[in-house]
């Protein structure tokens, strides 16, 4: 599916940083080689080295991945429901939160792919099915307005955000994709 990019109208400026992380193309073509590229990256890490930051404050390489999947999961969420026409306010969520209440570091990495690759199957399946119409609804998440098509990019930006710092912070531990 071509979509053309969101303009800066459809969505909040915080989100512009992932939006632009987008390249150009087929939006179901470059899901799917995030989700060859994510398994290619974590599946070089060693089980041992799952628990690996690259500073004490930071998040492990489990955490990244499984905040990867739960913010997935939440912005396909937040893409349906403001592509079905749902214009109930949704709110936002703390990362730092979710990541604590995850407790990534007692699955193992393959365990937390399978439910990126369910989680990705699922967004990528929603992309696919959504009308044409439905890509320029309206809807409002935090207190801010935003389109489906924008929150459809945001998830390709996230991902792409992390899987970068994955490879610029997380080196010692990681193979680049």
Known sequence: MSLRKPGPAEYAGHFGEYIGQVPDGSLTDILNEQADRVRRLFGSVREEDGGYRY???????KEVLGHIVDTETVMSYRMMR???????PLPGFDEN????????GRLTIAALLEQFDAVRRATVLLVGSLPEKAWAREGTVSGHAITARALAYVIAGHERHHTRLLEERYGAVVAKA
């Open 55 to 61: 500073a004490p404050d930071k998040w492990s390489v």
């Open 97 to 104: 939160d979710f990541v604590r209440g995850g407790e990534f």
């Open 82 to 88: 403001v592509a079905r026409g749902d214009r109930t």
